[in-house]
Nanobody
Framework: QVQLVESGGGLVQAGESLRLSCAAS????????MGWFRQAPGAEREFVAA????????YYADSVKGRFTISRDNAKNTVYLQMNSLKPEDTAVYYC?????????????????WGQGTQVTVSS
């Protein structure tokens, strides 16, 4: 059974940075593309960033491009999301997950079961 534990969220002011971590266990992490999504209150879960199994390809939502960086350490079964220049509109619960084979990185339904996520709150 896959376990995903997100951490690193918190309350920051606009313009500050946070680094989220996602520790995965229970499956072949190194062979899976991983993604970060976020969900604000009353909103749909939306794509933030994704990274291919070998780190060779990274993908970002337009809203975070140039500010967020996704990376992974397969030796530690961990994927990261470095978030810089945070804005109030980045406030949401952030989730990581692994992409099922053949799925689209932009489609949350193409990912596995979701974990608890980590809350990010950006004040203005």
């Amino acid at each position: 059974q896959v376990q995903l534990v997100e951490s690193g969220g918190g309350l920051v002011q606009a313009g500050e940075s946070l680094r989220l971590s996602c520790a995965a266990s229970g499956r072949t992490f190194s062979g899976s593309s991983m993604g970060w999504f976020r969900q604000a209150p009353g909103a749909e879960r939306e794509f933030v960033a994704a990274i291919r199994w070998n780190g060779a390809g990274t993908y970002y939502a337009d809203s975070v491009k140039g500010r967020f960086t996704i990376s992974r350490d397969n030796a530690k079964n961990t994927v990261y999301l470095q978030m810089n220049s945070l804005k109030p509109e980045d406030t949401a619960v952030y989730y990581c997950n692994y992409l099922r084979p053949g799925g689209s990185i932009y489609n949350p339904q193409a990912f596995g079961s979701w974990g608890q996520g980590t809350q990010v709150t950006v004040s203005s």
